[in-house]
């Protein structure tokens, strides 16, 4: 038996153990892994660089099955590999409760899936962030450390999605030539062949955005593996289009949505098996075909030996901070930096809007902490997300920590994604809050994945003025606030933006969003405290005497209006009390006892935010007062609109007084 006859029985393998799982589990995709087996058989066996042994080595090439729907093809692969925490049992138990082979791969769940996919396109600009990344961590460290390849498997889904046209432009505006996109030219989709729904031209498509375009059988494994060595070559990111058959081999479902979207059937299997000569039972592999796999995957780990060897003859200084940056730790001056800042905060309080608070925050911080790259998609002088240290990032030089992502919120999400799965950097990126439904999908990704990224959302409601309600969010912060695992900070000062800062970059296992907004406001907190008051979520900010008749619960622009109001309730001997809330997720997450104590039993709850009610009823309960929106904004200076919208200490009082009387 030659050499490509054992190749072919190795691709073999993964299609029926595919195959296989998704009938045991009478549901899943088999098509794209039937399909895909022989391209995905050259990569691993021929040219990506792995580690079966050590997963997380930080210089193996990164592979993304943006078509997460097709699983199993990446199952099969670690199993067969030799990744030892994919069993055979595990490939059987494919979807079940519990079980590691989830229906769509989950980042965390096991080794080797570097991302969760499965939201079509996502995957290809996470790929496009792991690409940035290691030209970014290449300039810094130099290639003896990093020098890798990001691989991404796509389908025709993947290709439609708005997100992948983000993606491809702004990698081929970056020439980010160690990028490979395998494209599974099927021309199927779940509602038929591709033709009844799109007609693009993929390869003038791709070129036009800066793309080397080539094309294979994708069927033809020496033929894969010409074309990926010639990929490897290229100056520009490369899109090689692998025309396949959706479910090889299946005699009646192959080359047609039947074989997409659910299992083949007994009959259908069986028929396959005869088909194409596999003579084993399910979940069977053959001695010669397992150990040929086993060795491939010790084979790509050569690299890692020689890494290892280049990594210890590296300047100790150099390994020990690309050690600190892969493992995610803050540098040690970070903690000393920031109590300095809040007390030069305390010594000169300052009046401004808290998108400038975050500027000033990020000075710091970018200077504390080097591996935060930072980025707008095109509101840079709005988001005042650029700082003295974060130079711009350009395709002839990744020397630089700022990221202009253009007019492309989704792909900024997703590809951040990208870069905190990479490792080694800490990214955040800006846009107004109204626009973070843009990139909803890959926020709640961030979330999902438990990835340390941070959206900085300014213009954080009717605050904004003149651009009026296409610009005004009122309902986002509520929907932002549903997302879990996602915190949503909205701080009311200069102190507590820095606060709401050093949590962002502390909470390594949550994505965080900073609405932060355009207006000045007056600073409350003008005493330096070495607690961070907003890690509590909600704290009194502003206590009375006694007992309160009153609790004013208040976030970001809000809580000046509620300090206000306190001192015009006093005025008519009415004692309130004023809760800062800057985030709902971090009260949640305090002890009952402190929750309980700063709800208080006050005989009035208010509750004020300029955007809608949704969520505020956990402070203030459904007959509290709450002052905000409950629709739409409009365009006009903001003193004004919050005047005709009645976020004001004066409506605060008339209700107050009236509800007491």
Not at 624 to 635: E, L, R
């Amino acid at each position: 038996m030659n050499n490509m006859d054992k190749q072919t029985r190795m691709a073999h393998a993964i299609r029926f153990l595919s195959m296989d799982a998704v009938e045991k589990a009478n549901s899943g995709h088999p098509g794209l892994p039937m399909g895909a087996a022989d391209i995905v058989t050259v990569l691993f066996t021929k040219f990506m660089k792995f580690d079966p042994t050590s997963p997380k080595w930080a210089d193996r090439d990164r592979f993304v099955l943006s078509g997460g729907h097709g699983s199993m093809l990446l199952y099969s692969l670690l199993h067969l590999l030799g990744f030892e925490d994919i069993t055979i049992e595990d490939l059987a138990n494919f979807r079940q409760l519990g079980s590691k082979t989830a229906g769509h791969p989950e980042y965390g769940h096991v080794n080797g899936v570097e991302t969760t996919t499965g939201p079509l396109g996502q995957g290809i600009a996470n790929a496009v962030g792991m690409a940035i990344t290691e030209k970014l961590l290449s300039a810094k460290f130099g290639s003896d450390l990093v020098d890798h390849r990001t691989y991404v498997i796509a389908g025709d889904g993947c290709l439609m999605e708005g997100i992948s046209q983000e993606a491809i432009a702004l990698a081929g505006h970056l020439k980010l030539n160690k990028l490979i996109l395998l494209w599974d030219d099927n021309n199927i989709t779940i509602d038929g062949n591709v033709s009844v729904s799109d007609s693009t031209d993929q390869h003038m498509r791709f070129k036009a955005s800066g793309w080397n375009t080539l094309s294979v059988d994708g069927h033809d494994q020496e033929a894969i593996a010409a074309v990926i060595e010639e990929a490897q070559k290229s100056d520009k990111p490369t899109m090689i289009a692998c025309k396949t058959v959706i479910g090889y081999g299946a005699p009646t479902k192959g080359g047609t949505n039947k074989a997409h979207g659910a299992p083949l059937g007994a009959e259908e299997i069986a028929a396959t098996r005869k088909a194409l000569g596999w003579e084993y039972e399910p979940f069977e592999v053959p001695s010669d075909i397992l150990d040929a796999w086993r060795i491939a995957g010790l084979n790509a780990a050569q690299g890692h030996k020689e890494w290892q060897k280049r990594f210890e003859a590296a300047d100790p200084e150099l390994r020990a901070e690309f050690d600190r940056r892969m493992r995610g730790d803050l540098p040690a001056g970070f903690d000393e930096a920031m109590a300095d800042y809040k007390k030069s905060l305390a010594a000169e309080p300052k009046n401004v809007a808290t998108r400038k608070a975050s500027e000033m925050a990020l000075t710091v911080i970018n200077e504390a902490v080097p591996e935060t790259i930072g980025g707008s998609a095109d509101l840079t002088g709005s988001n005042n997300t650029k700082t003295p240290a974060t130079v711009s990032i350009t395709a002839e030089d990744f020397s630089g920590r700022y990221m202009n992502w253009g007019i492309r919120e989704h792909v900024m999400g997703a590809a951040m994604n990208g870069m905190a799965l990479h490792g080694g950097v800490i990214p955040y990126g800006g846009t107004f809050l109204v626009f973070a439904d843009y990139m909803r999908g890959a926020m709640r990704l961030s979330a999902l994945m438990e990835q340390r990224v941070i959206y900085v959302l300014t213009h954080d409601s009717i605050g904004l003025g003149e651009d009026g309600p296409t610009h005004q969010p009122v309902e986002t912060l509520a929907s932002l606030r549903a997302i879990p695992n996602l915190l949503v900070f909205r701080p009311s000062d200069a102190m507590e933006t820095a606060e709401c800062w050093e949590l962002a970059l502390k909470s390594s296992n949550n994505p965080s969003a900073l609405a932060l907004t355009r207006q000045g406001l007056t600073p409350y907190r003008t005493e330096y405290s070495e607690e961070n008051y907003c890690a509590r979520g909600a704290y009194v900010l502003s206590d009375c005497e006694g007992e309160a008749d009153a609790s004013i619960f208040a976030s970001g622009s809000e809580v000046e209006i509620a300090m206000a109001a306190q001192s015009a309730l006093a005025e008519q001997d009415i004692k309130a009390r004023v809760i800062s809330v800057p985030c709902f997720e971090l009260f949640e997450a305090q002890s009952e006892e402190y929750k309980k104590e700063i709800i208080g039993d006050a005989k009035v709850n208010v509750g004020i935010e300029a955007a809608l009610r949704m969520g505020w009823d956990r402070f203030i309960g459904s007959d509290g007062i709450f002052v905000g929106m409950n629709g739409f904004g409009a365009s006009g200076p903001y003193k004004a609109l919050y005047e005709k919208f009645g976020i004001t200490a004066d409506n605060i009082v008339a209700q107050v007084a009236e509800r007491l009387k």
